[in-house]
T-cell receptor, first 111, second 113 residues
Framework: DAGVIQSPRHEVTEMGQEVTLRCKPI?????LFWYRQTMMRGLELLIY????????DSGMPEDRFSAKMPNASFSTLKIQPSEPRDSAVYFC?????????FGPGTRLTVT | DQQVKQNSPSLSVQEGRISILNCDYT??????FLWYKKYPAEGPTFLISISSIKDKNEDGRFTVFLNKSAKHLSLHIVPSQPGDSAVYFC????????????FGKGTHLIIQP
């Protein structure tokens, strides 16, 4: 089992550019979560899906952030336009029997 | 307002001794609690969990205790080993774990030889 796969692992971009983060959940898991980790706020939930349908997006900070899950094996988190305060580590997780399993994260730096 | 609090940013323990990490929560709707371990540049790794219907759960060297009336849980590691040095996150969820997780800020555990 490959676990949760995220790409890219590192992303450096300039302010104003569009950024797309990708996630492949563990096969058979029907919940997918996006989290963000910053020094100030720690790990916080952004959005989660159940069977590809968004359930709770109350953690998405602004309209600049959007997430999709077109099928059971793929999800994207998009930031457009990006700002320096979006710099953080973004984690994707999928859930199997009450436990969420995390990917390695994408470290995003917006200059 | 932090709903899950880990008041000790760091903890140093000698190898072979017991490590006790603490966590407090404020939201009465939380009914499932988890501990994750995190190494630098990696994602959090699941360690152990407990449902609100229990007060203790054991898995090898790891035991989690839940005191619902005090809204407090703790993770005991016995005996502590050098590989246990990491950041430990307490997390809570509603709906039996189906909801998103609310995390504490983490405790950096350092195991000294």
């Amino acid at each position: 089992d490959a676990g949760v796969i995220q790409s890219p692992r590192h992303e450096v971009t300039e302010m104003g550019q569009e950024v797309t983060l990708r996630c492949k959940p563990i096969s058979g898991h029907d919940y997918l979560f996006w989290y963000r980790q910053t020094m100030m706020r720690g790990l916080e939930l952004l959005i989660y899906f159940n069977n590809n349908v968004p359930i709770d997006d109350s953690g998405m900070p602004e309209d600049r952030f959007s997430a999709k899950m077109p099928n059971a094996s793929f999800s994207t988190l998009k930031i457009q336009p990006s700002e320096p305060r979006d710099s953080a580590v973004y984690f994707c997780a999928s859930r199997g029997f009450q436990v969420q399993y995390f990917g390695p994260g994408t470290r995003l730096t917006v200059t | 307002d932090q709903q899950v609090k880990q008041n000790s940013p760091s903890l140093s323990v000698q190898e072979g001794r017991i490590s006790i990490l603490n966590c407090d929560y404020t939201n009465s709707m939380f009914d499932y609690f988890l501990w994750y371990k995190k190494y630098p540049a990696e994602g959090p790794t699941f360690l152990i969990s407990i449902s609100s219907i229990k007060d203790k759960n054991e898995d090898g060297r790891f035991t989690v205790f839940l005191n619902k009336s005090a809204k407090h849980l703790s993770l005991h590691i016995v005996p502590s080993q050098p590989g246990d040095s990491a950041v430990y996150f307490c997390a809570a969820s509603g709906m039996g774990g189906a909801d998103g997780l609310t995390f504490g800020k983490g405790t950096h555990l350092i195991i000294q030889p």
